[in-house]
């Protein structure tokens, strides 16, 4: 139940815009993955949500799908098997193997590396960040690979080598 403004106040204006950061969308085959980019566009475009078409990844993990998908009037084509895609965080490739997310661990680990290397600190505080920042952040980003002992190894050889 409303309650009437009082005579001569005006209504408030509501903005009802909203914007997705990340929408995940799976599904077993192209024509299901259809079905459901047709529904969450009517359910965005019902509730004023605006979704960036350009911004949008597919990421086909079935050999056989090579062809595009159009969502929200844009033409999505599946990304390359060996590149890596983050959903929540954590690094996907679709097809699942370790190269592409262990590179992108590898690099992250080089640059926090290089910088704690340029920097004057303490052993202390290098070793803080280590165990703050840098191991439990490829931990969590690589919860979805199966990584080869030899290539741990060589991603933390990289901040032993700092402290």
């Known amino acids: ?13 509501v903005s009802n815009a909203a914007f997705v950061d990340d929408t995940n969308l799976f599904a077993p085959s192209n024509s299901n993955l259809e079905r459901i980019t047709d529904v969450s566009s009517e359910f965005f475009r019902i509730h004023g ?15 056989t799908h090579n062809g595009t998908i159009t969502y929200r009037g844009s033409q999505i084509k599946p990304q390359d098997k060996s590149n890596a895609s983050t ?18 661990a590898r690099k992250d680990t080089s640059t926090i590396c290089n910088i704690l290397g340029r920097k004057k600190t303490t052993d202390k505080k290098c070793i803080f960040i280590i165990n703050a920042v840098l191991i439990p952040e490829p931990l969590y980003r ?9 290539e741990i190894e060589r991603i933390t050889a990289q901040y032993r080598k700092v402290v």
């Open 49 to 63: 949500i605006e979704i960036n078409g350009k911004k949008t990844e597919l990421l086909a993990t079935n050999p």
């Open 87 to 104: 959903i929540l965080g954590v690094w996907f490739s679709a097809d699942d193997k370790a190269k592409a997310t262990t590179e992108l």
């Open 1 to 13: 139940m409303t309650t009437p403004l009082a005579p001569g106040k005006e209504s408030p204006m």
């Open 142 to 150: 690589l919860s979805a690979t199966l990584i080869a002992w030899q």
